[in-house]
């Protein structure tokens, strides 16, 4: 392969193209690929990580929102058969129109702009997921692998953890990338759990009950949950009404969350 293409990095895509051989080399030894996995890979940028990817041999789709960076890497992978380029914007990805019959090893340096939306957005398709490989922000990271208790511990936390297994596999320094950001980025591994933790909740209002809850994250859930949980139905979930929503885990929203359902708070 020739050097990754040049092209200007443009703020509103949130674009710092990954040009360090090392770390590329890293997360694609951390996909742990099958022959015949298919690979989706968002933001191929300048096609530093693309480049190694397209030499496993693996079926490729590359999803790609700058509409300039498109042509170039149609051209650049014109030779490589099993590759596929679409102009696309991540947000609106439905995995099922790329690969309906079976699921794909997802990878990507993401947006900084759009690592939280994009991640939710992928929630909801985590059964078409093998696993995913990607490089987030650093404390976007900390606070997808925080603990319950932690002060990372948030919204997106109980979201994505109560899914996936999330793991923190290593941190990259600004230098890896071109123009360099001004923090620190970690690579992560998300592996679907057989089953979301806890009980079988209605996915809206999970999120909505999850989304009250850290809305004011100093308060006392009997506080922030006014309106959505009684105090009474709270304890019936066996949890504290005077807890604060970073001590509880995806279970306990979960279990929170039937409960709610249940009753006319």
Same mark, same amino acid.
């Given at each position: 392969?020739?050097n990754p293409v040049p092209?200007?990095?443009?703020?509103?895509?949130g674009?710092?193209?990954?040009?360090?051989?090392?770390?590329?080399r890293r997360?694609?030894?951390?996909?742990?690929?099958?022959p015949?996995?298919?690979l989706?890979?968002?933001?191929p940028?300048?096609?530093?990580?693309s480049?190694r990817?397209?030499e496993?041999?693996?079926?490729?789709?590359?999803?790609?929102?700058?509409?300039?960076?498109v042509?170039t890497?149609?051209?650049?992978?014109?030779?490589?058969?099993?590759?596929?380029v679409?102009?696309?914007?991540a947000?609106r990805l439905?995995?099922?129109t790329?690969?309906?019959?079976?699921? +794909?090893v997802?990878?990507?340096?993401?947006?900084?702009?759009?690592?939280?939306?994009?991640?939710?957005?992928?929630l909801?398709?985590?059964?078409q997921?093998?696993? +995913?490989?990607? +490089?987030?922000?650093?404390?976007?990271?900390?606070?997808?692998s925080?603990?319950?208790?932690?002060?990372?511990?948030?919204?997106?936390?109980?979201?994505?953890?109560?899914?996936f297994?999330?793991?923190?596999?290593?941190?990259?320094?600004?230098?890896a990338?071109s123009?360099?950001?001004?923090?620190?980025?970690?690579?992560?591994?998300?592996?679907p759990?057989?089953?979301?933790?806890?009980?079988?909740v209605?996915?809206?209002?999970?999120?909505?009950?999850?989304?009250?809850?850290?809305a004011h994250?100093?308060?006392?859930?009997?506080n922030t949950l006014?309106?959505?949980?009684?105090?009474?139905?709270?304890?019936t979930?066996?949890?504290d009404?005077?807890?604060?929503?970073e001590?509880?885990?995806?279970?306990?929203?979960?279990?929170?969350?039937?409960?709610?359902g249940?009753s006319?708070?």
């Amino acid at each position: 392969m020739e050097n990754p293409v040049p092209h200007r990095a443009r703020k509103r895509f949130g674009q710092h193209f990954l040009h360090d051989s090392g770390v590329v080399r890293r997360i694609v030894d951390h996909l742990e690929l099958n022959p015949e996995e298919i690979l989706c890979e968002i933001g191929p940028g300048r096609g530093a990580l693309s480049d190694r990817l397209v030499e496993t041999g693996n079926p490729l789709h590359l999803i790609e929102i700058d509409r300039d960076l498109v042509p170039t890497l149609v051209d650049r992978y014109s030779a490589s058969p099993q590759v596929n380029v679409h102009e696309q914007d991540a947000l609106r990805l439905d995995l099922g129109t790329l690969n309906p019959d079976s699921q +794909m090893v997802l990878v990507g340096n993401l947006p900084y702009n759009i690592s939280t939306a994009l991640l939710i957005h992928l929630l909801s398709q985590s059964k078409q997921v093998s696993r +995913m490989v990607f +490089m987030v922000q650093k404390e976007v990271g900390d606070r997808l692998s925080a603990q319950s208790g932690n002060k990372s511990y948030g919204r997106l936390t109980v979201m994505m953890s109560r899914v996936f297994e999330i793991v923190s596999l290593f941190d990259v320094g600004p230098e890896a990338f071109s123009p360099p950001p001004k923090v620190w980025s970690s690579v992560l591994l998300f592996s679907p759990r057989e089953a979301p933790l806890g009980p079988s909740v209605n996915s809206s209002d999970f999120e909505a009950l999850v989304r009250q809850s850290f809305a004011h994250r100093r308060k006392t859930l009997r506080n922030t949950l006014k309106g959505f949980c009684s105090e009474e139905v709270i304890r019936t979930a066996g949890i504290d009404p005077s807890a604060r929503p970073e001590t509880l885990s995806p279970e306990d929203f979960a279990r929170l969350t039937v409960l709610c359902g249940q009753s006319e708070c």
